[in-house]
């Protein structure tokens, strides 16, 4: 893959992870909890949240690589105890970064069937062409994945907020060995087998305009 892809699809990464760890610490404030705005990590500057080896280094090796690109941000801290309603805020801390991802992931694919119709494109056409476009995936991806209900990611957060008192013991077994789960699932490659679906679905709609 040519350097400017490369490029455009780590920055089109960076945004997306700003956004959403932003989204989780915006989510977090008006639920009563302020430790990420005191932070300063409501914001959609990338040097606020970058990871450098999950927001650089790895999605710059799947990019060349011709993968597709992932990666992650530095986690926006939060303090549940000091929300107003913990279980509720749980709830919509966690549902807040997957959903701003998809909200992303319209906006940039209502900028690309725009783009799209154009019969001469120039440069910066090509560029906001190629931004919008991986735009999509990545936030597609990046929603997909995160909705997953294994700790850490933000769908066991949902999970964890709907399911009753009872099964406590579940919850605290699941966040002890979720991360184990995870890597499983990833190097296994069940995690291609659960989202490959959408994303050629996403694909075919895209790409064969």
């Known amino acids: 893959m040519d350097l400017q892809s490369v490029v455009i699809q780590i920055l089109a990464l ?3 992870v700003s956004f959403h760890e932003s ?7 008006k639920c009563g909890d302020p430790t990420a705005k005191d932070l300063g990590r409501i914001s959609l500057n990338p040097l606020k949240h970058i990871d450098p080896m999950g927001s650089v280094v790895v999605p710059a090796i799947l990019a060349f690589s011709g993968a597709p690109v992932f990666g992650w ?5 939060v303090s549940i105890a000091r929300t107003r309603n913990p279980r509720s805020a749980n709830l919509l801390i966690s549902a807040a970064g997957p959903a701003s991802n998809l909200i992303l992931a319209a906006c940039f694919g209502v900028l ?4 799209s119709t154009a019969e001469a ?5 090509v560029l906001l062409f190629q931004l919008a476009l991986y735009s999509v995936f990545i936030n597609v991806i990046l929603a997909l994945f995160n909705l997953l209900p294994i700790p850490p990611l933000d769908g066991f957060g949902v ?4 399911l009753p008192a009872s099964m406590l013991r579940f919850t605290i077994a699941m966040r002890r060995y979720g991360m184990i789960l995870l890597l499983l699932l990833i190097f296994s490659g069940g995690l291609s087998w ?14 064969g305009r």
């Open 14 to 16: 960076l945004f997306a």
């Open 23 to 29: 989204a989780h610490g915006w989510v977090a404030w």
């Open 73 to 77: 941000a530095k986690p926006v801290p």
């Open 112 to 115: 690309f069937s725009a783009l």
């Open 121 to 125: 494109p120039g440069l910066l056409h």
């Open 159 to 162: 999970l964890e907020s709907l």
């Open 194 to 207: 659960i989202l490959g679906p959408a994303l050629t679905a996403l694909q075919r709609w895209m790409l």
